[in-house]
């Protein structure tokens, strides 16, 4: 319905199965690990693109992936 390619969007989760979804669809993710984590559960073991610790830093991120190319290469 938005007429994106996958590789032009971003799935932001706060469990593993979301992160998992985004790398499946082909899109950029990003693991919110201020979310719904059990006491034993670290959003680094997810093996998202990035990882915010803050709603606040999610725009610093956003920005850097506005800057990539298509390809899914990493912003320099």
Do not use: F, K, M
Not at 17 to 32: K, L, P, V
Not at 34 to 42: D, K, R, V
């Amino acid at each position: 319905q938005l007429n994106c390619e996958p590789e032009s969007a971003v799935y932001i989760g706060d469990h593993r199965r979301d992160i998992e979804a985004g790398r499946s669809a082909g899109t950029w993710t990003i693991a919110a690990s201020y979310g719904y984590l059990a006491a034993n559960e670290s959003a680094a073991d997810w093996n998202a693109d990035y990882q915010v610790h803050s709603s606040e830093s999610l725009l610093d991120v956003v920005q850097a992936l506005h800057q990539t190319t298509p390809d899914r290469t990493r912003p320099a």
